[in-house]
């Protein structure tokens, strides 16, 4: 088929729809110009068109997008034209249909779950947004670098935003680009209300005809960060499940909770992956691109109508991230606003914005339709280079060079030169947008959408109470923590081959008996060196988990009540099983006390001393920011109970600090208790040549200064030394922000 028989509106999808590849400014290339008959215009400003390709294809669209699988407006109209081409486009169709079928995860291009509610509006009016940075230093490393982490610095705080104002709607996604430190983060900070440490100096956002507030940003904004926070070991499908039960009103049915699991992973193209475990670094699992999509998918259950997402290609490869965008313009056919912020996107993904504000020093420098960018550059005498990505060659532009004082102030004066004519371009309009040459009806213009039914987002809605989402959590810990299957082996051959060294080198059994030294030496192993191994393992753990959990209490998903007690009794099973097979062949080869009584005595205490260790290291990790700060603090207590234990030095003949530390060691309880269960009441017989001479064991206890408090008391004071952790574990939960250190 001749190419002059292709429809003009084939031929612009080439270039701006989204299955749009690098390739096509080469059809442009071969294009003639056009007679003055026809209804069709390349780019005016560009003249003899020896730049960017692009600007040929620069054609209003009619409603600020391409409706899904349908041409609307000027385009539609067009379409029926002849372009009197001379080349024959059926190799570029072909390819075309091979594009179209690489780069959907799925054939088809359908809506499976779009948003029913009022349209939605994003309005930021008169924007300005200072940042302390020295908020955004930790306070540890303010410490490390001899601050005071309350001492106040008021010259650190930087202008983030600079007068931004723009008004956006359903249906729309804008795209926020600019070079590092432009005010991208900024701007998303402030929209989101998560902004550590700055300050609104002027200006206002509104959603939906509403001032922004916390609650109506929770009921109406859903916001997806820039790393994937997910439980490895849970599949696609379960990770949305048990979202979808945390998130859901309550009163949603089982079957309605499915439904929209499944229309979600629908959405997103995620069927092919459903039942594949996330996974991580460490754990093999979906692919990087898919993993994405599930973070987007968690804040997509509860059906939001304003998305926003901070650096959603970050990490991922081109191929990966320009399905992840056609994804996002999908998601914004489906009546949602989206909102992203990307750093520098190539031509493909560029071509799949509807609009895009070009940010430097907080100033906008562009903001409008993404096909008009090339054409307004041109017009204020910057024309983008032929074959050039317009995304990279405006960023660099506008961006500033820091290299040496003259190109900063030269770049920065570019810069500000580019803010103010921008400013002065759109002046008089509404919503702040640049369109080409004149306003046509639905071009460039977010048209005033119906008043918002105040009473659809103010209406309360009623999520899962404590008791649900404690069942809820735990099951979910449960079924990641039993799915990691390496680390339980592992942690059970160490509990195993522990207690192997250990009974075989204090082996009693036959003519071999322990001496009075050797089995008070037994004992105190015993309770000191299983601890050590599950500090480290609950410390890291927990860090490993500590930027999904900070997330999904900010998101309010669940509060910290209910996911205290099901990570104490998530603990429980693992815990159980590990002591079992630390504690038992121990007690057997090492030939301890027999007899029933004594045998679970001595099981039960121990069960008491790891677990006060594990929930002390679970306030260590809750307590302090990062994985080294709590491993240190966790490994100087437990030093501290184990120095002060009552084995390394006698207790009578320590000094005040460290006699008021052994009283909050649960080491020496662990030690006194255990050498009560073998020693009291029991007679030991030592030999000394031909006599034997037997020493009653309370005499034992006495010399070593472990015989102060009854059997049950020493069990009553382990209990009270973990409630106390406990107890710090949870105010650290409730009253700490659990950042993890990418978040800081």
Not at 52 to 78: D, I, Y
Not at 531 to 552: G, M, Q
Request: aromatic share 10%; charged share 15%; net charge positive.
């Amino acid at each position: 088929m001749p190419l002059s028989d292709v429809p003009l509106a084939s031929v612009c999808l080439c270039v701006i729809s989204a299955a749009g590849r690098a390739h096509s400014p080469c059809l442009w290339e071969g294009l003639p110009e056009r007679n003055a008959g026809s209804q069709t215009r390349g780019c005016p400003a560009l003249g003899s068109r020896q730049h960017w390709p692009w600007s040929a294809a620069a054609k209003p669209k009619g409603n600020c997008r391409v409706k899904a699988q349908t041409l609307q407006g000027p385009m539609a109209e067009e379409a029926p034209k002849k372009t009197g081409l001379e080349r024959s486009t059926a190799p570029q169709d072909d390819l075309q249909g091979l594009q179209d079928s690489v780069f959907s995860s799925e054939s088809d291009n359908s809506l499976y779950f779009t948003y029913s509610g009022q349209p939605n509006t994003l309005e930021v009016r008169d924007l300005s947004y200072q940042v302390d940075m020295a908020s955004q230093v930790p306070w540890f490393k303010q410490l490390a670098h001899f601050k005071m982490p309350w001492t106040s610095h008021k010259d650190s705080c930087e202008q983030g935003i600079q007068n931004l104002s723009f008004k956006m709607r359903s249906g729309q996604m804008l795209a926020v680009i600019g070079s590092s430190g432009c005010g991208r983060a900024s701007l998303l900070d402030v929209i989101t209300g998560r902004g550590p440490g700055g300050k609104i100096k002027s200006g206002q956002i509104w959603i939906n005809g509403q001032p922004s507030t916390a609650q109506l940003v929770r009921k109406c904004v859903a916001h997806v960060r820039q790393h994937d926070q997910l439980l490895p070991n849970l599949t696609v499908r379960e990770t949305l499940a048990f979202v979808a039960q945390l998130r859901l009103p309550r009163n949603f049915s089982q079957a309605q909770r499915d439904k929209r699991v499944d229309d979600v992973i629908a959405e997103l193209r995620l069927r092919q992956c459903a039942n594949t475990r996330v996974g991580n670094i460490y754990v093999r699992g979906v692919s990087g691109g898919e993993r994405r999509r599930v973070s987007i998918g968690v804040q997509l259950l509860w059906n939001p109508g304003i998305l926003i997402l901070d650096e959603p290609t970050s990490g991922l490869d081109s191929f990966t991230a320009h399905n992840l965008v056609k994804t996002l313009s999908r998601l914004a056919k489906g009546n949602r606003l989206v909102l992203l912020s990307i750093h520098q996107p190539r031509s493909d993904i560029f071509g799949l914005f509807d609009l895009v504000l070009l940010m430097t020093s907080g100033t906008t420098i562009y903001l409008g339709a993404a096909q008009h960018m090339v054409q307004y550059f041109t017009a204020v005498g910057h024309p983008c280079p032929r074959y050039s990505n317009p995304a990279d060659y405006y960023v660099d532009l506008t961006s500033i060079d820091r290299r040496s004082k003259e190109q900063e102030v030269a770049t920065r004066e570019t810069a500000r030169s580019l803010a103010a004519l921008f400013k002065e371009k759109v002046r008089g309009f509404d919503d702040f947008l640049w369109t080409a040459e004149s306003r046509e009806q639905g071009v460039g213009t977010c048209v005033q959408s119906p008043a918002p039914d105040t009473n659809l987002f103010q209406a309360p809605t009623k999520l899962p109470g404590p008791l649900q989402q404690f069942a809820i959590l735990i099951r979910r810990q449960i079924s990641n923590d039993f799915r990691d299957l390496p680390t339980l082996l592992i942690h059970g051959a160490e509990a195993c081959l522990m207690s192997l060294i250990i009974g075989f080198l204090y082996y009693g059994h036959g003519a071999i008996q322990l001496s009075l030294t050797d089995t008070a030496a037994l004992l105190f192993m015993i309770g000191a060196l299983v601890p050590f191994n599950v500090i480290l393992d609950v410390i890291s753990k927990c860090h490993s988990e500590r930027a999904l959990l900070y997330y999904e209490l900010e998101d309010g998903l669940y509060t910290a009540g209910p996911y205290f007690f099901a990570k104490i009794l998530g603990e429980f099973p693992e815990h159980c099983v590990y002591i079992i097979i630390y504690g038992m062949p121990i007690y057997w080869l090492a030939n301890l006390r027999p007899g029933l009584e004594p045998f679970l005595l001595h099981f039960l205490l121990v069960w008491l001393v790891v677990f006060c260790c594990r929930v002390m290291a679970l306030a260590a990790a809750a307590l302090l920011p990062t994985f080294h700060m709590s491993s240190f603090f966790g490994n100087a207590l437990y030093n501290s109970f184990y120095l002060t234990g009552g084995f390394m030095i006698s207790l009578d003949n320590l000094w005040t600090v460290p006699a008021l530390i052994s009283k909050v060691s649960f080491l020496r309880w662990c030690f006194e208790g255990l050498m009560k269960i073998q020693f009291s009441g029991h007679a030991y017989y030592m030999e000394a040549g031909n006599i034997t001479i037997r020493i009653p064991g309370d005499m034992i206890l006495n010399s070593m200064g472990l015989n102060s408090y009854p059997l049950y008391a020493i069990y009553f004071f382990v209990i009270g030394i973990s409630c106390g952790f406990v107890i710090l574990y949870y105010l650290s939960l409730r009253f700490i922000k659990q950042k993890s250190s990418q978040d800081w």
